[in-house]
């Protein structure tokens, strides 16, 4: 619950007309259309009118936070430690 409303707080905040652009809204629909209704790359690049290649590239969100939880907190060098 506190990650969606953290979400929906930046969400209100880059919604500001000042600081809203078109790849903002592709972003988030490409986001949203992979994770809550299934869609692969493909089909979400299909839908808002790119190649799975650049809506990889460009309209896929990445999340630094989410990175370090996978990586279970590793820094870099730990790592690459083995």
């Known amino acids: 619950m506190i990650k969606k409303q953290l979400e929906l707080k930046e969400l209100k905040e880059r919604l500001r007309p000042d600081r809203l652009e078109v790849k903002d809204l592709r972003t988030y629909f490409n986001h ?36 370090r939880a996978k990586m279970g907190l590793l820094s870099f060098n730990d790592g690459l430690k083995n």
Do not use: D, M, R
């Open 32 to 67: 949203t259309l992979k994770s809550k209704f299934g869609f692969s790359s493909k089909e979400a690049g299909a839908y808002i009118g790119n190649s799975e290649e650049v809506n990889n590239l460009h309209y896929t969100p990445v999340s630094f936070s989410q990175i």
